[in-house]
């Protein structure tokens, strides 16, 4: 065995790690151009709703598909950004209850007194397996697309 046998242990520890690096490069050269402008992303202006008003100047009717307050993240309350629960955040997911229960521990509510407005069956079915009150969204989405 030569007196410098670490050259290649390090010759291929640096071989792994360059192809690593060149793996990343490839991968950024490919899903870059498919990313959205930062504007597309920090400009958002959702499409203003035609507002009907009377001769008075009070607001009679507003009628239109969006229907948004663009709000700035500071302003949202804590609470409610520390009760979002991403499908990482569970080891189970719908129709288990684990994501509705973790969002009503996180919030400090008991179960019981929790809402979930759901649009799926599976949803509905893991409401009510976490013991809280379902509602179906989809017959108010289709009342509304229908109108």
């Given at each position: 065995?030569?007196?410098?046998?670490?050259?290649?242990?390090?010759f291929a520890l640096c071989t792994v790690l360059l192809a690593m690096l060149l793996l990343v490069a490839y991968a950024a050269?490919?899903?870059?151009?498919?990313?959205?402008?930062?504007?597309?992303?920090?400009?958002y202006n959702p499409k203003i709703p035609l507002r009907i008003f009377s001769a008075d100047s009070a607001l009679i009717g507003e009628f239109g598909e969006e229907r948004?307050?663009?709000?700035?993240?500071a302003e949202v309350p804590t609470s409610l950004k520390q009760?979002?629960?991403?499908?990482?955040?569970?080891?189970r997911h719908k129709p288990e209850p684990d994501v509705f229960l973790e969002a009503a521990r996180r919030l400090g509510a008991e179960p019981a007194a929790c809402t979930v407005y759901e649009d799926t069956d599976i949803g509905l079915e893991?409401?009510?397996r976490a013991g809280m009150t379902p509602v179906d969204v989809r017959p108010i989405i289709r009342a509304s697309a229908a109108s």
């Open positions: 065995m030569p007196k410098r046998w670490w050259i290649y242990p390090l050269v490919i899903v870059y151009p498919t990313l959205p402008s930062l504007e597309a992303l920090t400009e948004r307050a663009v709000i700035k993240i009760a979002i629960v991403a499908a990482e955040d569970t080891a893991a409401a009510r």
